[in-house]
């Protein structure tokens, strides 16, 4: 008798334990299920997201499984990504570019808006009138679709405008009935003087140093070209007692290469209040960092924020990230949190430039924060109701 007791306690003991351990599963099931973690399992660099209201979310950017192109992803929640295949093909009727070219023709940096019903994507690609054959012969392009799927089209058999030297990274503002084009003019063949290139080359490093500006000019409303001369809105430090010359220099004062940059720019509109991120140093290095700098207008003056750099490497700190750059921005379902999308590398995925989803911030004195880079297991953004 006392033994079938004993047996018979042993299993009520046993089905606790494993009750219990069930629901403990059930709820780190749960808890994982509400939470996400850098880096999402997308292999682009140059992410940019476009938020489609009552519908989800379209991510493009550079390389991946396009060819020749763009491909897209699209979530419902910016965590879980599906693979919407190639979007954008270069040899589409209105092609314009040369995918023969350098970098296979440097299809880089799509972004795509929503306007008026359609989706216009604008991108970097090299351009097929080379008669100099000039290595770096980018310029920008617009594609139109009835979707964000594509099959997208290029408005024109040409590129937006040409400015007479190479140029990447479009980004569009649309504001009080006006569009505003801003990109970076590349640093091929663009010595400039500064301390910085004197120091250089006095420590028998490099005998110019070449940069890239981020310039900004307003946009036909049809997308056929652009209206007035591009303006200069933002460039690397001139002298080495720049508050911003320390992190803006570091491809240079590492020995890295010697070029300067500012490009990916990303701008928007806080109240009166226009933001224009950027990134600085070298794109393959692991030096590549985020800044950003505010107006009152969208064509500048620009200043530069003295928090700067707001997103870079973690590496010194005990982190594993590298690289960070060429960010969008977006927002949760909810429409509540400000969510910085970029690039970057770990020590895990090697030269692989993969993506990192962080939040970011505008504090009431209207400083900019990005809260990353992370790789740490945090909540994911909220659900719309």
């Known amino acids: 008798m006392k033994q079938e007791i004993a047996i018979s306690v042993a299993v009520f003991l046993l089905t606790i334990v494993v009750n219990t351990k069930g629901l403990y599963a059930q709820t780190h099931q749960s808890a994982l299920g509400n939470t996400y973690q850098n880096p999402l399992p997308v292999e682009l660099a140059d992410p940019y997201v476009l938020q489609v209201k009552g519908d989800k979310y379209y991510m493009y950017g550079t390389g991946g499984v396009a060819k020749n192109g763009f491909a897209a992803y699209s979530s419902t929640d910016l965590v879980n990504w599906k693979n919407e295949g190639q979007v954008y093909y270069a040899a589409n009727e209105n092609g314009w570019s040369d995918s023969t070219s350098a970098w296979n023709g440097a299809y880089w940096a799509p972004e795509v808006y929503q306007h008026k019903g359609k989706f216009y994507l604008f991108y970097s690609a090299q351009w097929g009138m080379n008669p100099n054959k000039e290595v770096e012969n980018f310029r920008i392009g617009v594609a139109v679709a009835d979707n964000p799927t594509g099959p997208f089209i290029d408005l024109n058999n040409k590129p937006v405008f040409d400015p007479g030297y190479p140029v990447i990274?479009?980004?569009?503002?649309?504001?009080?009935?006006?569009?505003?084009?801003y990109y970076s003019r590349c640093c091929y063949k663009h010595a400039v003087e500064s301390e910085v290139a004197a120091w250089a080359k006095q420590k028998g490093?490099?005998?110019?140093?070449?940069?890239s500006w981020v310039y900004g000019v307003e946009l036909k409303p049809d997308f056929s070209g652009v209206i007035g001369d591009p303006v200069l809105l933002l460039r690397p430090p001139v002298k080495m007692d720049d508050k911003q010359a320390e992190w803006e220099s570091r491809s240079v004062t590492s020995k890295e290469v010697n070029r300067r940059w500012t490009e990916g720019s990303v701008a928007f509109k806080k109240g009166n209040t226009y933001y224009m991120m950027y990134s600085a140093n070298y794109f393959g290095g692991k030096n590549y960092a985020v800044g950003y700098a505010t107006s009152k207008h969208p064509l500048g003056p620009?200043?530069?924020?003295?928090?700067?750099?707001?997103?870079?490497?973690?590496?010194?700190?005990?982190?594993?990230?590298?690289?960070t750059g060429h960010n969008s921005i977006t927002?949760?379902?909810?429409?509540?949190?400000?969510?910085?999308?970029?690039?970057?590398?770990?020590?895990?995925?090697?030269?692989?430039?993969?993506v990192f989803i962080d939040r970011m911030k505008i504090l009431k004195n209207g400083m900019l924060i990005v809260e990353?880079?992370?790789t740490a297991r945090q909540s994911a953004p909220a659900a719309s109701k």
């Not at 379902?333 to 770990?346: I, N, S």
């Open 169 to 181: 990274d479009a980004n569009v503002l649309f504001d009080n009935g006006k569009a505003y084009l």
């Open 205 to 211: 490093w490099f005998d110019a140093i070449e940069e």
């Open 302 to 323: 620009f200043t530069k924020a003295a928090n700067n750099p707001v997103l870079q490497k973690n590496v010194e700190k005990g982190g594993v990230v590298t690289g």
């Open 331 to 354: 927002y949760s379902p909810d429409g509540k949190e400000m969510y910085c999308v970029y690039h970057a590398r770990t020590s895990a995925t090697g030269e692989q430039r993969v």
């Open 372 to 374: 990353g880079p992370t």
